[in-house]
């Protein structure tokens, strides 16, 4: 039976809303969760090196746990979305990509809650004063361990030729020429990120520190800015073997996309090219506070553009099998309004009480809560 | 029916079950319990109470701990398991529904942030900003049980959904306002036995006292409420599925039994828990521990009993639990079961058996494994080949009973429980030919020597 005959048939309910509407919130809600998973991924990462590589990163470990402490529940919370707005769209791709590997699909989520315990578990060895940086290293090996996974399914759910031979054997399942690249290619974005966030903490901190902890704040915006400069040099030669890894098609098909796929595509590079040359002119990170945001903010402007053109080349892939594809949509704009209506209530009700949490402070003599 | 299919010797209902049961034990706490801590710590401010505000505290790690990490990761368990035991039934639910669960995605939002936020701001802000932010935990934590209970009830009892398809039809099913009260009784209770454990961990012997009995309140509130809900619930059930757990049918004994078993859990737990409001001081945590389990009991009794009475359906009279629709049962006969089936159908080697194997795989797989739950091996155990052409034929008549728009009286059915036989005459041959090969050897022989 040849591949494409294993695509299963549409699902006779209609799509209920726009298509554009549906790729919208997916991109955008997906932008939320790649953040904040880098923030988990790339946090848990560092701090295992922090905590592990060498004595005297305790602030850096510090900061990577309480950082996700917020960032694993929010990355969860925030994958919700694109898990619901897939489904919609690609539904039977997303499903039997799932069913071709479900003991790792389902295994995902043991990692995910052995990784979220190890971070507290962590937090209060450490506030103890005992050792955590073996600790720090199973945990990342769980949140490493989930990026594989999902760039696995991810590459399953766009190549439906590869289902045949994957439903044979889970090898053949891994063998992509692209899953190492793009593995490497979320890997390197969230060290990059993670090592401007630890650098840009550390320029904060040092307004409000004493005399004495200038020479550690220094350290740890080094150690970050040093993390982004060589995870982004990295970046910039895997971000090119992943695009020529692509398969012949996909790739002629992208660049043959005009300016729609072109200018996306061009403001990433670009976007890491500045970033390279920003942290490379930062020499002295606490008093080069600009450079430093300027860096961060680079990492997650690139990181937008490139959502939008890992987005296109999914298109790109699944266009052959769903040449035929016809679906059919609703469009319930009562409800949507309604979803829309909530959505901004409900942001705008986390940024107050965030806001509230982050600066009311008790008066002198007043009891706190 | 139309994807690969996961061998899973556990199988695929008993792994669900698992999941889910794991998942709402803790999401009810986490519903109830933002509501308790909420109120306990709103008492405490008021009264300047220490062993009250002592009790939240240590409450909003219960919280934090058990529902942010364990509920979030359950929660986004089911629909993994869910995605993989029953794809087509998923993806019928999201397109139903998908704008249900992104607004329940918001409130998920607010939750978690305002959940982690109130955990990390003890000692640090104002209590009225504290208050602020478990006040806004516990209406968003209740607002998505309101969402998310729309869906689970719509399973069930789809009411006029079937006819528009429409969303808010879905949604406001029959069952939808009696299941939220049972459920929001619940919460509160679950929230008690919950916390009462905290509340035994007070040093002082009269402030444990007093917290035991407030948590005593709770359990006993939720426990009436539920009782309300349930028996609402009931009435407000199709007679057709409400009799089928009254033992109406001798065949759905076991849905009887577990009705019976969940409402004396419900009675045991509230002597329970009247004990500890009417002697907080001599509370122990064995008993609190019992308590626990009967409440446990009774939830994941009303579970399976919800879960049971839906079957042979996964949504009630509109798809079986093997993902075949009933308005297809006419087209699967006409057309056959593995021309809509195409990764069964790579089991079909051009062999009777072979095709049987691939038959077995589209239709009974997704509830019978070989030889781990609900094995056809050991079903077939007693069984000779006779017996099992006869029960297909007769499973076969019965999708003749769901053509034709009319649904039948479960009751009535021979295999009240399972989804009727749908394909061509020669799938059907050739499942029997199938199944007769698992049929174990002496078995055969003894059959075939009479």
Redesign the interface.
């Known amino acids: 039976?040849a591949s494409s005959?294993?695509?299963?048939?549409l699902?006779?309910?209609?799509?209920?809303?726009p298509l554009w509407l549906f790729h919208v919130?997916w991109v955008v809600t997906f932008f939320i969760h790649i953040l904040l998973v880098n923030a988990v991924l790339g946090g848990s990462v560092i701090a295992a090196w922090a905590g592990t590589a060498k004595p005297g990163r305790r602030s850096v470990v510090e900061l990577l746990l309480t950082l996700n402490?917020?960032a694993i529940?929010?990355s969860?919370?925030?994958?919700?979305?694109p898990?619901?707005?897939v489904?919609?769209v690609l539904?039977?791709f997303?499903?039997?990509a799932?069913?071709?590997v479900?003991g790792w699909?389902?295994g995902?989520?043991g990692l995910?809650?052995v990784g979220?315990?190890l971070n507290?578990l962590a937090k209060w060895r450490l506030a103890k004063g005992g050792a955590v940086g073996h600790w720090l290293v199973l945990q990342a090996i769980c949140f490493l361990l989930v990026a594989l996974i999902q760039v696995v399914v991810n590459l399953l759910h766009m190549q439906p030729e590869r289902w045949a031979s994957a439903?044979e054997s889970v090898v053949a399942a891994l063998r992509d020429p692209t899953l190492l690249p793009r593995f490497l290619h979320f890997l390197l974005a969230a060290l990059a990120m993670v090592g401007g966030v630890v650098a840009w903490v550390a320029v904060r901190r040092v307004s409000g520190a004493p005399a004495g902890g200038r020479a550690e704040l220094d350290a740890m915006a080094r150690f970050g800015v040093k993390f982004a400069l060589y995870a982004t040099l990295l970046q910039l030669i895997d971000g090119f073997w992943l695009l020529f890894a692509l398969p012949e098609e996909v790739l002629k098909a992208f660049m043959r996309s005009g300016p729609v796929a072109m200018i996306p595509l061009t403001l990433g590079i670009l976007a890491g090219v500045v970033l390279l040359v920003v942290l490379a002119q930062v020499h002295d990170p606490l008093a080069q506070g600009t450079k430093v945001r300027r860096a961060l903010e680079l990492v997650v402007g690139a990181t937008a553009v490139m959502v939008i053109t890992r987005h296109q080349v999914r298109e790109i892939y699944l266009a052959p099998a769903r040449a035929a594809e016809e679906l059919v949509t609703t469009a319930?704009w009562g409800?949507?309004a309604?979803?829309l209506v909530?959505?901004v209530a409900?942001?705008a009700?986390?940024v107050y009480?965030?806001v509230?949490?982050a600066t009311?402070?008790?008066a002198a003599g007043?009891?706190?809560? | 029916m139309?994807?690969?299919?996961?061998d899973?010797a556990l199988g695929g209902g008993v792994l669900i079950g698992i999941v889910a049961i794991a998942h709402v034990v803790v999401s009810h706490f986490a519903v109830g319990g933002g509501l308790a801590i909420a109120l306990l710590?709103t008492l405490a401010?008021r009264r300047g109470d220490g062993a009250l505000r002592q009790l939240a505290y240590r409450g909003s790690w219960m919280l934090i701990?058990v529902s942010?990490?364990?509920g979030?990761?359950?929660g986004?368990?089911i629909?993994?398991?869910i995605?993989?035991i029953h794809?087509?039934a998923?993806?019928?639910l999201?397109?139903?529904f998908?704008?249900g669960?992104?607004?329940e995605?918001?409130?998920?939002?607010?939750e978690?942030?305002?959940?982690?936020?109130y955990v990390?701001?003890?000692?640090?802000?104002?209590?009225r900003?504290?208050?602020?932010?478990i006040w806004?935990y516990a209406f968003?934590a209740f607002m998505s049980l309101v969402v998310i209970q729309g869906i689970i009830s719509y399973m069930l009892t789809p009411g006029k959904w079937l006819e528009t398809?429409a969303?808010w039809d879905g949604i406001w099913n029959p069952t939808y306002v009696p299941g939220l009260v049972l459920r929001t009784g619940i919460c509160f209770f679950m929230a008690g036995a919950y916390l009462a454990f905290a509340a035994l961990r007070e040093q002082d012997a009269g402030a444990r006292g007093r917290l035991v009995r407030l948590m005593a309140v709770f359990q006993v509130v939720g426990v009436l409420v539920t009782y309300g809900g349930y028996r609402w619930w009931e009435v407000a059930l199709p007679e057709s599925i409400r009799a089928l757990f009254l033992g109406a049918s001798p065949k759905l004994a076991a849905l009887a039994a577990t009705r019976s078993f969940l409402l004396w859990a419900l009675a045991a737990y509230l002597v329970l828990v009247l004990f500890a409001l009417i002697a907080p001081r001599v509370q122990r945590w064995p008993v609190t521990a019992v308590a626990l389990i009967a409440a446990f009991a009774f939830f994941g009794g009303y579970e399976r009993l919800r879960e049971g009475a839906r079957k042979p359906y996964i949504i009630s009279d509109y798809m079986f639990s093997n993902g075949v629709?009933v308005s297809d049962i006419e087209r699967h006969n006409r057309e056959g079961i593995l021309a809509?089936a195409?990764?069964a159908?790579?089991d079909d080697d051009g062999s009777l058996e072979g095709k049987g194997r691939a038959v077995f795989r589209a239709q009974c797989a997704s509830c019978h494994t070989l030889d781990g739950y609900l094995s056809i091996r050991k079903l077939l155990a007693t069984a000779d080949a006779d017996t099992v052409n006869v029960i297909l034929e007769i499973m076969h008549e019965q999708g003749n009973a769901y053509t034709g728009g009319s649904v039948p009286e479960r009751t009535a059915l021979d295999y009240p429980v399972m989804p009727p036989f749908v394909g061509t005459a020669e799938e059907r041959r050739a499942l029997g030919v199938y199944l007769a090969t698992l049929i174990p050897a002496h078995v055969a022989e003894v059959r075939h020597g009479k």
């Open positions: 039976m005959e294993l695509i299963p048939a699902d006779p309910m209609p799509v209920p809303g919130l402490t917020w529940p929010l969860i919370t925030f994958g919700i979305a898990l619901l707005f489904q919609v539904g039977r997303f499903y039997t799932a069913l071709l479900p699909w389902l995902l989520l995910l809650m979220y315990y507290y439903a319930p409800l949507i309604l979803f909530i959505f409900g942001v009700a986390t009480a965030m509230r949490a009311d402070r008790p007043e009891q706190a809560a | 139309d994807y690969p299919i996961w899973l710590e401010v701990l942010t990490v364990f979030a990761i359950t986004v368990g629909w993994f398991t995605g993989l794809p087509t998923t993806s019928s999201i397109r139903t998908v704008w669960w992104a607004i995605w918001v409130f998920f939002i607010l978690v942030t305002t959940a982690v936020a990390a701001t003890w000692n640090k802000v104002r209590p900003t504290h208050l602020l932010l806004l968003a398809q969303f629709l809509h195409r990764w159908a790579r």
